[in-house]
């Protein structure tokens, strides 16, 4: 009888040990498809009007005193996370620099 307790005990352990590992496996393999396909999106920005194109109007928009702006946008996610887009735009409406960050919103 201890035989068989002790074999389902172990099987046990190894069964919520593989489960937990896929689980997070899966969890990289998907945030890692979801950070290239923001990057991808976001390296086919060149100007303001792309920009707006792609994400819409920005959420935010911090005016510098060289003429530069930095434009914010918010975007929820279908799983509850929100991805944060940042783009620093020149007085030529051109592109300086880009950013993104994922946050949980829960």
């Known amino acids: 009888m201890f ?6 005990l172990v099987l046990s352990v190894l069964a919520l040990t593989a489960w937990s590992l896929g689980r997070d496996y899966a969890r990289r393999r998907r945030d890692r498809r979801e950070a290239a396909s923001v990057e991808a999106r ?21 005016e510098g005193p060289s003429g530069r702006r930095l434009c914010v946008w918010r975007k929820p996610t ?6 944060t887009y940042s783009l620093t735009i ?17």
Do not use: Q
Not at 3 to 8: I, Q, T
Not at 42 to 62: C, M, N, Q, V
Not at 78 to 83: A, E, K, S, T, V
């Open 78 to 83: 279908p799983d509850g996370r929100l991805i």
């Open 90 to 106: 020149a007085p030529d409406e051109a592109v300086l620099d880009r950013a993104w960050k994922r946050t949980p919103t829960r």
């Open 42 to 62: 976001l390296a086919g920005i060149h100007t303001f009007s792309d920009a707006r194109r792609e994400l819409g109007f920005p959420d935010e928009t911090l």
């Open 3 to 8: 035989a068989v307790e002790a074999l389902v």
